[in-house]
């Protein structure tokens, strides 16, 4: 008896110590949470505040409270949406720039029970927590650490008032996944009715401490941004998109690392990828015509979720406290794209085979990277050089995109490999690829038709532990067709042979609308809206382009010709080329004066930011005047361009309103990025009637 027990008790040991060892991690490591939060993919963003009311991007924090009554509100409707779109959760904005806090909050009167909504009783981070809860999606939080409205910020006094709002939003709601900290923090703002600009002290917020605070509270949220003691960090730009190669690590805080991180860096802090599903963060009517179609946030998505990031998608309710209509519609056919991407994975199926495995143990054997499971792996013996795996299909597959991941527990390791197709008699490279981590889908230029196929790890500094790889093939979808303004006309291009179809009086073509054969005259500007609708009548998504008055018999003015020419630049109808101040030796206040060839009686003028991926000398305070004789002027619209830093897109201004045309207007750069004279890439101006719409870049 004694004998039997130790023989199975020394079976069980020997088995143990015959299978192969897992490899040991490398380098930086998820914590579980991270891991967790990595898996999310993909939640929502609701920018809901006084901004919605007043049209501005960032609130000054002046704005009166009144404003705020979003009166057919119903989280559940809005959560319901998320949900359906598959979103894993929802971050709300319970304090934007502004300081307006959407919470009965105790540490400032600038709060939600000075609005008429709910007759002062309302929550607003309360009910979305409690739709939240119901509906299954986590509940997360954006509270600003700016407060254009605290009379003691960039004092110690706020801040005291600031941890205990974040303490009031961690332990009134229930659990929070993520909590965000913006980096914005602008300078001027109403501060209790001083009306400065405030400069923080060097580690003003003490985000160690704060990052201490939550733990003790909510040890599971995830801290986004924070300085260099985050969980998590931004992904680099408003666009949604983020690096590649790319990497969950950074070694340093170091703001060019944002989009691809830090190779082999020693901290884990993976990206999240933010953008909003139409122009501004905040829903302004003036943007109705910017909603991305589902291919443009396919393609984000691709960028983004296909690097290995997450994505927060921005869909922010309008006044009366829903989602509009367009955005919706957009949403949930992006999940529906998604759907038909994800339906088939055309690697399932086929036989496996490594040019080395573990310890020769079937335990981390090349059959885990098509187990549909995400923690078990394939990896090899230390030392293998370029090791691989090749797959063969029982019948061809047809595919186009290919996802591989790692097993992130063990960190990040891959920098480069490849997959070749075997052509029936020598192997072709169909990619060459850089970073996997989390997961990397990446698209091929062409579908691909294999019967065998081969994944090489090229690049490694330790064992690959690759824990998936699919192949999906990419749903077709219809393409949108491209409108552009040359001179008095319009033009719109698409692939060859398709029908475009479009409209002038701002509403979606159809094909009963005029059909595009040649340039559309638009002297005088107006709105138009094209798409492709093809011989089945399937409709394709709407490019939609706010024309402004032609500009090409414009003059523009200046004290010598070299004014004359650098101005130029900002009325040749071109993005690339920029009007830049210092070169014509001016300093902000810098102006451009323009003589239209016919006078017009103006509504809106806009403002296109340099393109070229530099932010300085953008101008971020101007004034816009114009005048029927060129001498006398009338200011009709000044302030700020908010977040053009994170978001460099064109911006759209109404002007007050003028009673007769005008020949004449005149932009002025009042402040500029990082430098002491501004630069703009074009200006436009349109006209008063139906001055509406607008795409993005
Ligand atoms: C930025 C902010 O300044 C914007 O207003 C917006 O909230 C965006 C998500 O983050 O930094
Ligand atoms: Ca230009």
């Given at each position: 008896m004694i004998k039997t027990l130790i023989t199975g008790m020394s079976a069980v040991c020997l088995s143990a110590a015959w299978g192969a060892e897992a490899p040991a991690a490398y380098g930086a490591t998820p914590t579980p949470q991270q891991v967790d939060w990595q898996r999310l993919e993909y939640y929502g963003f609701v920018h809901l505040g006084l901004n919605t009311w007043t049209g501005r991007e960032w609130g000054y924090g002046d704005e009166d409270p009144k404003l705020f009554n979003p009166t057919n509100f119903d989280a559940d409707k809005i959560v319901k949406l998320f949900k359906d779109a598959g979103m894993k959760g929802l971050i709300l904005?319970?304090?934007?720039?502004d300081g307006f806090c959407s919470w009965p909050t105790k540490t400032t009167e600038h709060n939600i029970t000075k609005s008429p909504w709910k007759d002062g009783k309302g929550n607003l981070v309360a009910e979305f927590a409690k739709a939240c809860k119901k509906?299954?999606?986590?509940?997360g939080i954006y509270i600003s650490p700016w407060d254009r409205n605290h009379k003691d910020y960039a004092?110690?006094?706020y801040i005291k008032d600031y941890y205990e709002q974040i303490k009031e939003l961690l332990t009134g709601y229930g659990p929070v996944f993520e909590i965000w900290f913006d980096g914005a923090n602008g300078g001027d703002g109403y501060y209790g009715g001083t009306k400065e600009s405030r400069t923080i002290p060097k580690d003003y917020y003490n985000f160690p401490q704060i990052v201490k605070n939550i733990r003790a509270l909510q040890p599971n949220c995830i801290i986004w941004g924070a300085g260099s003691v985050g969980d998590a960090r931004w992904g680099g730009s408003e666009a949604g998109h983020v690096g590649y190669p790319h990497w969950h690590t950074l070694s340093t805080e170091n703001g060019e690392s944002h989009a691809k991180g830090v190779p082999h860096g020693?901290?884990?802090?993976?990206?999240?990828?933010?953008?909003?599903?139409?122009?501004?963060?905040?829903?302004?009517e003036r943007f109705n015509n910017s909603v991305k179609s589902p291919e443009k946030l396919l393609k984000v998505w691709l960028e983004c979720v296909g690097r290995g990031a997450n994505l927060i998608l921005n869909v922010p309710p309008d006044r009366?406290?829903?989602?509009y209509p367009a955005d919706a519609k957009s949403l949930l056919e992006f999940k529906s794209l998604r759907d038909r991407l994800y339906a088939k994975d055309y690697a399932l199926g086929a036989k496996t085979e490594a040019s080395n495995v573990r310890g020769k143990d079937k335990k981390f054997g090349p059959q885990n990277l098509i187990d549909n499971n995400i923690e078990t792996y394939w990896t090899t013996d230390e030392g293998t050089e370029n090791p691989s795996v090749e797959l063969t299909f029982p019948k061809p597959v047809k595919f186009d995109v290919i996802r591989l991941r790692e097993q992130i527990r063990l960190g990040q390791r891959v920098e480069e490999f490849k997959v070749e197709n075997w052509d029936g008699d020598k192997w072709v490279e169909i990619l060459k690829g850089g970073t996997i981590g989390n997961q990397a889908m990446l698209p091929l230029a062409e579908p691909v038709?294999?019967?065998k196929l081969r994944l090489t790890i090229t690049k490694t500094p330790a064992v690959p532990c690759i824990s998936e790889l699919s192949l999906f093939l990419m749903p077709k979808a219809m393409p949108k067709p491209d409108i552009k303004r040359q001179g008095d006309e319009v033009s719109i291009t698409a692939p060859e042979g398709s029908t475009i179809y479009y409209t002038t009086n701002n509403t979606d073509p159809t094909d009963k609308s005029a059909k595009y054969s040649k340039e559309i005259p638009m002297p005088h500007g107006g709105i138009i809206k094209a798409r492709i609708i093809d011989a089945e009548g399937n409709l394709g998504p709407v490019d939609t382009l706010l024309v402004g008055l032609s500009k090409k018999n414009w003059k523009a003015l200046g004290k010598n010709e070299e004014e004359k020419n650098n101005a130029k630049l900002a009325i040749d109808d071109d993005w690339a080329t920029i009007w830049e101040a210092e070169k014509a030796g001016q300093k902000n206040p810098a102006t451009i004066t323009i003589e239209m060839d016919k006078p017009a009686v103006l509504g809106q003028f806009s403002y296109v930011p340099r393109q070229d991926g530099e932010t300085k000398a953008i101008t971020d305070q101007y004034k816009f005047e114009t005048s029927q004789n060129g001498k006398d002027w009338?200011?009709?619209?000044?302030?700020?361009?908010?977040?053009i830093k994170a978001s460099p897109d064109e911006q759209f201004v109404e002007l007050k309103p003028i009673a007769k045309p005008v020949k004449f207007f005149r932009f002025t750069s009042k402040r500029?990025?990082?430098s002491d004279a501004g630069t703009a890439a074009e200006i436009s101006v349109y006209p008063a009637k139906k001055a509406q719409g607008h795409r993005k870049k």
């Amino acid at each position: 008896m004694i004998k039997t027990l130790i023989t199975g008790m020394s079976a069980v040991c020997l088995s143990a110590a015959w299978g192969a060892e897992a490899p040991a991690a490398y380098g930086a490591t998820p914590t579980p949470q991270q891991v967790d939060w990595q898996r999310l993919e993909y939640y929502g963003f609701v920018h809901l505040g006084l901004n919605t009311w007043t049209g501005r991007e960032w609130g000054y924090g002046d704005e009166d409270p009144k404003l705020f009554n979003p009166t057919n509100f119903d989280a559940d409707k809005i959560v319901k949406l998320f949900k359906d779109a598959g979103m894993k959760g929802l971050i709300l904005t319970a304090k934007h720039h502004d300081g307006f806090c959407s919470w009965p909050t105790k540490t400032t009167e600038h709060n939600i029970t000075k609005s008429p909504w709910k007759d002062g009783k309302g929550n607003l981070v309360a009910e979305f927590a409690k739709a939240c809860k119901k509906q299954g999606i986590k509940f997360g939080i954006y509270i600003s650490p700016w407060d254009r409205n605290h009379k003691d910020y960039a004092k110690p006094g706020y801040i005291k008032d600031y941890y205990e709002q974040i303490k009031e939003l961690l332990t009134g709601y229930g659990p929070v996944f993520e909590i965000w900290f913006d980096g914005a923090n602008g300078g001027d703002g109403y501060y209790g009715g001083t009306k400065e600009s405030r400069t923080i002290p060097k580690d003003y917020y003490n985000f160690p401490q704060i990052v201490k605070n939550i733990r003790a509270l909510q040890p599971n949220c995830i801290i986004w941004g924070a300085g260099s003691v985050g969980d998590a960090r931004w992904g680099g730009s408003e666009a949604g998109h983020v690096g590649y190669p790319h990497w969950h690590t950074l070694s340093t805080e170091n703001g060019e690392s944002h989009a691809k991180g830090v190779p082999h860096g020693n901290r884990w802090v993976p990206a999240e990828g933010d953008t909003s599903i139409r122009s501004g963060w905040f829903w302004h009517e003036r943007f109705n015509n910017s909603v991305k179609s589902p291919e443009k946030l396919l393609k984000v998505w691709l960028e983004c979720v296909g690097r290995g990031a997450n994505l927060i998608l921005n869909v922010p309710p309008d006044r009366s406290g829903t989602i509009y209509p367009a955005d919706a519609k957009s949403l949930l056919e992006f999940k529906s794209l998604r759907d038909r991407l994800y339906a088939k994975d055309y690697a399932l199926g086929a036989k496996t085979e490594a040019s080395n495995v573990r310890g020769k143990d079937k335990k981390f054997g090349p059959q885990n990277l098509i187990d549909n499971n995400i923690e078990t792996y394939w990896t090899t013996d230390e030392g293998t050089e370029n090791p691989s795996v090749e797959l063969t299909f029982p019948k061809p597959v047809k595919f186009d995109v290919i996802r591989l991941r790692e097993q992130i527990r063990l960190g990040q390791r891959v920098e480069e490999f490849k997959v070749e197709n075997w052509d029936g008699d020598k192997w072709v490279e169909i990619l060459k690829g850089g970073t996997i981590g989390n997961q990397a889908m990446l698209p091929l230029a062409e579908p691909v038709t294999s019967s065998k196929l081969r994944l090489t790890i090229t690049k490694t500094p330790a064992v690959p532990c690759i824990s998936e790889l699919s192949l999906f093939l990419m749903p077709k979808a219809m393409p949108k067709p491209d409108i552009k303004r040359q001179g008095d006309e319009v033009s719109i291009t698409a692939p060859e042979g398709s029908t475009i179809y479009y409209t002038t009086n701002n509403t979606d073509p159809t094909d009963k609308s005029a059909k595009y054969s040649k340039e559309i005259p638009m002297p005088h500007g107006g709105i138009i809206k094209a798409r492709i609708i093809d011989a089945e009548g399937n409709l394709g998504p709407v490019d939609t382009l706010l024309v402004g008055l032609s500009k090409k018999n414009w003059k523009a003015l200046g004290k010598n010709e070299e004014e004359k020419n650098n101005a130029k630049l900002a009325i040749d109808d071109d993005w690339a080329t920029i009007w830049e101040a210092e070169k014509a030796g001016q300093k902000n206040p810098a102006t451009i004066t323009i003589e239209m060839d016919k006078p017009a009686v103006l509504g809106q003028f806009s403002y296109v930011p340099r393109q070229d991926g530099e932010t300085k000398a953008i101008t971020d305070q101007y004034k816009f005047e114009t005048s029927q004789n060129g001498k006398d002027w009338a200011v009709v619209a000044e302030g700020e361009f908010s977040n053009i830093k994170a978001s460099p897109d064109e911006q759209f201004v109404e002007l007050k309103p003028i009673a007769k045309p005008v020949k004449f207007f005149r932009f002025t750069s009042k402040r500029a990025l990082d430098s002491d004279a501004g630069t703009a890439a074009e200006i436009s101006v349109y006209p008063a009637k139906k001055a509406q719409g607008h795409r993005k870049k």
